[in-house]
DNA sequence: CGCGAGCTTGATGCCGATCAATGCATGTGG
DNA sequence: CCACATGCATTGATCGGCATCAAGCTCGCG
């Protein structure tokens, strides 16, 4: 059940923790909430945990009864087909939910693995179900971000159906630089959390292209790569890959 | 705003298409509803579309206000990026619920055209969320059919991302017989309602390719195959290719 | 009947997989 | 501090699956 990590309660003194101090309240659940909503999410997020890199925060077949939203850290998520093929579905930062994919069966059906040391809000499902009952406003978000994550996966299968190497590297890339953004980092320097072989399997290739891409990239002048430190010189070169415009 | 379609408001006479009277209940919204919570239902679900085939129930950047239930027919939702590529993102039979994705912006962000004429029952999202903030059984299923979309959306993904032309053709063939045979259809006989090409293009592959495959798996004894009519002789060797046993 | 959309089949080429060797950073124990 | 192991990344050589290009085929339909 715990997969090897802690639960912590959280203490009245620790406050930091709560959703109405919370700077990532504007990515998260409660976007755009009143003060009342927010003391009702506080008491409702009472437990944080905490899952060391490598360790898993939930498996596929794991009983479902809360979503996690991600306070610290960075999380990936993978199904696996029977005869052991693994396909990365998804890299979580600060402020995202995961979980989702185990309200349809009441079991998860994705592993959720901390690719560094990190830190979750616990979010008991019968609760947000009560509460958004309650709440138009919780309601509403806790729709769209469903909807979201369904507009995502539309993204994903774009890329892996209909991208080549280089182009799904670039939109990767882009991908995260805009999320690191929208949480204050810089937007043309990242380190990564993962390795080339994860990458790969999230774009549907294998490690030695992506090593190959990000080389081609850096011999372009687009990139520069220094193991998982990256800086991006171009970034209007990996748009224009993106979108095909550089072909025409 | 109406592509094509044509609106029709239910007349009293007409129950057949009432939630409580659909035979499609079982596999749509209102799974396990009681009669008062049906008949609510029936109150919110008070308009249809036709949609005649070739033509668009929605499309990316039209508003979003209502989803939709596939009464009869067959759809298709397909993305598409700036440069002009399409990606096939599902096919819709009846009792499939189409336009979750937008939710997220308040815009549809994919189309959804019509591969057969086809109806759908108009759901209101704003009634939607009202009522079930009141039924709890309502507020579940929407949610488990969101996820389920999820869920369905990383079996796509893994597909995509690791499985080579063959595998792909075989989990889309059994994945569309079970569907089938939920809905009463034989499960080993059926009328394919899309071109290679638009199977081509959910697969991730060429048409050529699509074509090349049903030759083969014909010439295997796995399939009989004329034109769009299949007949599946050996269930269990496409289900071997999906699984990757057989290369044990 | 003849047209056209969709399907099949063949020939060829390319992109990315595979196989293999080397490089590089980090950590550990002697 | 060095020797060595380990995990990850890079790079090269070769291979194979699918895309591409091209030609005919089938069937429904005006």
């Known amino acids: 059940m715990s997969h090897n990590a802690t639960v912590v309660p959280i203490k009245a003194a620790d406050l930091k923790v709560a959703c109405s101090n919370c700077n990532l309240r504007e ?12 003391g009702r999410l506080d008491d409702m997020v009472a437990l944080r945990r905490s899952v060391r890199r490598g360790d898993t925060l939930f498996r596929a077949g794991d009983h479902f009864e809360s979503l996690f939203a991600v306070r610290t850290g960075f999380f990936k998520t993978r199904v696996s087909s029977e005869d052991g093929r693994d396909q990365v579905t998804g890299f979580h930062m600060a402020g995202e939910l995961l979980g989702l994919d185990g309200i349809s069966s009441d079991r998860h059906t ?40 369904i ?31 929208a949480r204050g980092f810089s937007g043309s320097s990242l380190v990564l959390r993962m390795t080339r072989e994860e990458i790969g399997t999230y774009l549907g290739l294998k490690l030695e292209t992506v090593s190959r891409c990000f080389s081609k990239f850096q011999d372009d002048g687009v990139l520069q790569v220094k193991q998982r430190q990256i800086e991006v010189l171009d970034a209007e070169a990996l748009r224009e890959l993106v979108n095909g415009s550089a072909c025409q």
Do not use: K, W
């Open 27 to 38: 990515l998260c659940l409660p976007v755009g909430f009143t003060d009342q909503e927010l």
């Open 110 to 149: 994705c592993d959720a693995v901390a690719l560094e040391d990190s830190q979750v809000c616990v979010i008991p499902y019968g609760q947000l179900e009560a509460l958004s009952r309650e709440f138009t406003d919780l309601q509403r978000q806790f729709h769209r971000i469903m909807s979201r994550e």
């Open 151 to 181: 507009v995502r996966d539309q993204g994903v299968m774009l890329l892996l159906g209909s991208m080549r190497a280089e182009e799904r590297l670039a939109a990767f890339l882009l991908n995260l630089t805009q999320r690191l953004q």
